[in-house]
């Protein structure tokens, strides 16, 4: 080695430091200060500047500023080189103490400010900077217009891109593609799709960032098949794709449930050697997950060298979409961390799967873990609470979504439908006043909280109510939907308004621009059946453009049943022989027509029919026989506490042939109301 006397100039020491930045060697990086020190050069700003941007870039931030703070000269390279050095670590606040202490801040200065502003998500101070800097008279320049966009993007603020955008359309940094990717980002977190599409047609050169930031933007905004198409058109034109390439196009094929493709861009991640990147394994490991194929999402996740919560919480909730909640719940007691979003999965799990008191307790646990619950948690065992019809726990949880600051409106945090769970809770639970108090007290409602007051009304009896708030709805400017016309048209039906009900049917497509469904037109057939109009109903069946299922035939067998219509009974019942031959519900149904008018032969030649015809499903039999066996008295539900009586008719003699008969049906009748009786409870 050279003598240190023998060093012409300090060159050799910059290119070792050089070296010491390339390896990320601090303590070869030591080893040269200390030769620094004992050469003629230990006072040269050039070789202390190129110290302290060694020491910044190995993350060795107080070595950095003891060497700054004991220069006996600085230039703006000096300063320049420590704000930078702060700004990328994150520290902020001493970037900015050195710039305002700077004697004269020049364009890197001023872009080192904004870049580390960006950087730690202070979008707002980033783009405060931004305009202070064009102010004192700098020019546009390449990297304050990325950090400033970035900014944009961050705050979803589309009036400031928009002028940034124009001030560098004319500027020769517009055809950079730096410039260009974060235009494309800008535009694509502001939900402007085609914005973000113009300009990567625009660009005169692409490069992969390019790319990958318009697949990103389809695979987040939709649709996202163009992200497929887009990742075609990039191999077609020889562009080699990396990991973020694979892992923004993986999440669009689980937007798609396009499973073989994904299968397809693992086998090209295997091959590119990516598949031990995590980010792309947590792609893999959620797409897989729901397409249902929850085997390969075991496999990609066992086979990840490096895991975090966002692949443990993508295989949870696969296994609840499976409805595997043991393994969900086992992989989630694995887990080495968790955060809010994994309780969430487990919590939607248990409640997907009926398993609604684990929900509650497991929400019980995460209090107690001290994790802070989100709309998305309280959204979840608000629906618990409501299969189960327990209001003393709702009511509970509606004080914590209280004492959380909840305000139901939209925004970034929308929580309106914080706001849908509670108005649906106390309606299942049978407290409407308490569910119109939830409904009146949201600042903001979508058409589903007026959805669900409005069948909440409906199916609690409350039909008038169920009306005026719908034309409440109308009045409001929110336009009905299907579901609407479903509460509205059950709601005439329970209180027998045929009238009203045909005008708000006929309203659907004359008001509303609504296509009827199956559904409507069983409820207009269960209109009319109660009202006896059962010609009537028997021709909308005939004329309606959908073809009627079993449920549409059963309810307009049930009328007959109520109204002793034998011949259209008769009819109906062998339509839905037809349609259900397994199901023992019609059969019956039928023999109990006949027997109440006295037709005991036929009552028998259809017992003996079901018998001849094979094995049926009695299980389904006893649900279908307490719907049309028993019918309310009151308007309210027949099973908590409402009187109910039996259709069938003891005014005609039977047969000892048809006592077995009899008593298969109130058998079946006691079971259906003892399956609806736990249901409810």
Same mark, same amino acid.
């Given at each position: 080695?050279?003598?240190?006397?023998?060093?012409?100039?300090?060159?050799?020491?910059?290119?070792?430091? *050089?070296?010491?930045?390339?390896?990320?060697? %601090?303590?070869?990086?030591?080893? %040269?200060?200390?030769?620094?020190?004992?050469?003629?050069?230990?006072?040269?700003?050039?070789?202390?500047?190129?110290?302290?941007?060694?020491?910044?870039?190995?993350?060795?931030?107080?070595?950095?500023?003891?060497?700054?703070?004991?220069?006996?000269?600085?230039?703006? &390279?000096?300063?320049?080189?420590?704000?930078?050095?702060?700004?990328?670590?994150?520290?902020?606040?001493?970037?900015?103490?050195? #710039?305002?202490?700077?004697?004269?801040?020049?364009? %890197?200065?001023?872009?080192?400010?904004?870049?580390?502003?960006?950087?730690?998500?202070?979008?707002?101070?980033?783009?405060?900077? #931004?305009?202070?800097?064009?102010?004192?008279? #700098?020019?546009?320049?390449?990297?304050?217009?990325?950090?400033?966009?970035?900014?944009?993007?961050?705050?979803?603020?589309?009036?400031? !891109?928009?002028?940034?955008?124009?001030?560098?359309?004319?500027?020769?940094?517009?055809?950079?593609?730096?410039?260009?990717?974060?235009?494309?980002?800008?535009?694509?977190?502001?939900?402007?799709?085609?914005?973000?599409?113009?300009?990567?047609?625009?660009?005169?050169?692409?490069?992969?960032?390019?790319?990958?930031?318009?697949?990103?933007?389809?695979?987040?905004?939709?649709?996202?098949?163009?992200?497929?198409?887009?990742?075609?058109?990039?191999?077609?034109?020889?562009?080699?794709?990396?990991?973020?390439?694979?892992?923004?196009?993986?999440?669009?094929?689980?937007?798609?449930?396009?499973?073989?493709?994904?299968?397809?861009?693992?086998?090209?991640?295997?091959?590119? *050697?990516?598949?031990?990147?995590?980010?792309?394994?947590?792609?893999?490991?959620?797409?897989?997950?729901?397409?249902?194929?929850?085997?390969?999402?075991?496999?990609?996740?066992?086979?990840?060298?490096?895991?975090?919560?966002?692949?443990?919480?993508?295989?949870?909730?696969?296994?609840?979409?499976?409805?595997?909640?043991?393994?969900?719940?086992?992989?989630?007691?694995?887990?080495?961390?968790?955060?809010?979003?994994?309780?969430?999965?487990?919590?939607?799990?248990?409640?997907?799967?009926?398993?609604?008191?684990?929900?509650?307790?497991?929400?019980?646990?995460?209090?107690?873990?001290?994790?802070?619950?989100?709309?998305?948690?309280?959204?979840?065992?608000?629906?618990?609470?409501?299969?189960?019809?327990?209001?003393?726990?709702?009511?509970?949880?509606?004080?914590?979504?209280?004492?959380? !600051?909840?305000?139901?409106?939209?925004?970034?945090?929308?929580?309106?439908?914080?706001?849908?769970?509670?108005?649906?809770?106390?309606?299942?639970?049978?407290?409407?006043?308490?569910?119109?108090?939830?409904?009146?007290?949201?600042?903001?409602?979508?058409?589903?909280?007026?959805?669900?007051?409005? %069948?909440?009304?409906?199916?609690?009896?409350?039909?008038?109510?169920?009306?005026?708030?719908? *034309?409440?709805?109308?009045?409001?400017?929110?336009?009905?939907?299907?579901?609407?016309?479903?509460?509205?048209?059950?709601?005439?039906?329970?209180?027998?308004?045929?009238?009203?009900?045909?005008?708000?049917?006929?309203?659907?497509?004359?008001?509303?621009?609504?296509?009827?469904?199956?559904?409507?037109?069983?409820?207009?057939?269960?209109?009319?059946?109660?009202?006896?109009?059962?010609?009537?109903?028997?021709?909308?069946?005939?004329?309606?453009?959908?073809?009627?299922?079993?449920?549409?035939?059963?309810?307009?067998?049930?009328?007959?049943?109520?109204?002793?219509?034998?011949?259209?009974?008769?009819?109906?019942?062998?339509?839905?022989?037809?349609?259900?031959?397994?199901?023992?519900?019609?059969?019956?149904?039928?023999? *109990?027509?006949?027997?109440?008018?006295?037709?005991?032969?036929?009552?028998?030649?259809?017992?003996?029919?079901?018998?001849?015809?094979?094995?049926?499903?009695?299980?389904?039999?006893?649900?279908?026989?307490?719907?049309?066996? &028993?019918?309310?008295?009151?308007?309210?539900?027949?099973?908590?506490?409402?009187?109910?009586?039996?259709?069938?008719?003891?005014?005609?003699?039977?047969?000892?042939?048809?006592?077995?008969?009899?008593?298969?049906?109130?058998?079946?009748?006691?079971?259906?109301?003892?399956?609806?009786?736990?249901?409810?409870?």
């Amino acid at each position: 080695m050279l003598h240190l006397l023998e060093i012409p100039n300090s060159s050799v020491f910059a290119k070792l430091l *050089n070296s010491c930045i390339d390896k990320k060697s %601090v303590r070869n990086g030591w080893r %040269v200060h200390a030769r620094i020190i004992k050469s003629q050069f230990y006072d040269e700003v050039f070789i202390l500047n190129r110290l302290i941007d060694m020491y910044s870039k190995c993350g060795c931030l107080d070595d950095a500023r003891q060497v700054f703070d004991k220069m006996p000269k600085r230039n703006t &390279f000096s300063w320049n080189a420590m704000i930078t050095g702060y700004a990328k670590m994150g520290d902020i606040e001493h970037a900015l103490q050195l #710039f305002h202490d700077m004697p004269s801040p020049d364009e %890197v200065s001023w872009n080192a400010i904004i870049s580390g502003f960006s950087l730690q998500n202070h979008w707002d101070k980033a783009l405060q900077f #931004f305009a202070k800097m064009h102010s004192e008279g #700098f020019g546009v320049n390449l990297f304050s217009v990325s950090s400033a966009l970035s900014s944009c993007a961050g705050l979803g603020t589309l009036d400031i !891109g928009l002028q940034i955008h124009g001030s560098v359309v004319h500027s020769p940094v517009y055809c950079n593609y730096y410039v260009g990717s974060a235009l494309i980002d800008m535009y694509a977190k502001c939900g402007e799709v085609e914005s973000a599409q113009s300009i990567f047609e625009e660009m005169p050169e692409r490069n992969i960032v390019s790319w990958n930031t318009l697949i990103t933007c389809y695979a987040q905004n939709g649709p996202a098949d163009r992200a497929l198409q887009l990742f075609s058109l990039m191999s077609n034109q020889d562009v080699c794709p990396d990991e973020v390439t694979l892992s923004s196009v993986v999440n669009a094929c689980s937007c798609l449930s396009a499973d073989r493709e994904g299968a397809q861009l693992h086998a090209l991640a295997i091959k590119s *050697n990516f598949e031990d990147d995590m980010v792309l394994g947590n792609a893999l490991v959620d797409m897989y997950a729901k397409c249902n194929r929850i085997g390969d999402a075991r496999q990609v996740f066992d086979r990840m060298p490096l895991r975090d919560v966002v692949s443990a919480t993508s295989l949870v909730c696969g296994y609840a979409k499976a409805a595997n909640i043991e393994d969900a719940r086992r992989t989630f007691s694995r887990m080495a961390e968790r955060n809010v979003v994994s309780w969430n999965a487990l919590i939607a799990g248990y409640t997907q799967n009926d398993q609604n008191e684990e929900a509650l307790n497991l929400f019980q646990q995460l209090k107690r873990e001290s994790f802070r619950p989100t709309h998305y948690t309280f959204g979840n065992v608000l629906n618990a609470c409501a299969n189960l019809a327990d209001l003393q726990h709702g009511k509970q949880l509606h004080g914590h979504v209280i004492k959380h !600051g909840f305000q139901f409106k939209s925004g970034p945090e929308c929580d309106i439908f914080v706001g849908n769970s509670l108005i649906d809770m106390y309606a299942k639970c049978g407290s409407v006043e308490d569910a119109y108090q939830a409904f009146a007290k949201m600042k903001e409602r979508d058409r589903v909280s007026w959805n669900v007051m409005l %069948v909440g009304y409906a199916q609690n009896g409350h039909s008038d109510q169920a009306l005026t708030l719908f *034309n409440d709805m109308v009045l409001s400017g929110e336009k009905p939907d299907g579901i609407t016309m479903i509460g509205v048209l059950c709601a005439c039906s329970h209180t027998g308004l045929v009238d009203e009900g045909w005008k708000y049917f006929d309203s659907m497509t004359s008001q509303h621009g609504l296509i009827p469904s199956r559904d409507h037109y069983t409820c207009m057939v269960d209109i009319l059946g109660r009202a006896g109009r059962l010609d009537e109903a028997e021709r909308l069946v005939k004329t309606m453009p959908i073809p009627p299922d079993a449920i549409l035939w059963g309810s307009l067998l049930s009328a007959c049943k109520v109204h002793g219509n034998v011949e259209l009974g008769k009819r109906v019942a062998e339509k839905l022989f037809e349609l259900d031959p397994q199901n023992s519900g019609p059969y019956v149904l039928l023999s *109990n027509i006949y027997a109440e008018t006295g037709k005991w032969r036929e009552a028998v030649k259809i017992r003996r029919l079901m018998k001849d015809r094979g094995e049926v499903a009695k299980a389904q039999a006893g649900t279908f026989l307490f719907h049309v066996l &028993f019918l309310p008295l009151e308007k309210s539900s027949p099973v908590k506490g409402k009187s109910s009586v039996p259709i069938l008719s003891l005014s005609h003699r039977p047969s000892d042939e048809m006592i077995p008969l009899m008593h298969e049906s109130r058998r079946a009748s006691r079971a259906g109301g003892r399956s609806a009786v736990q249901s409810e409870g």
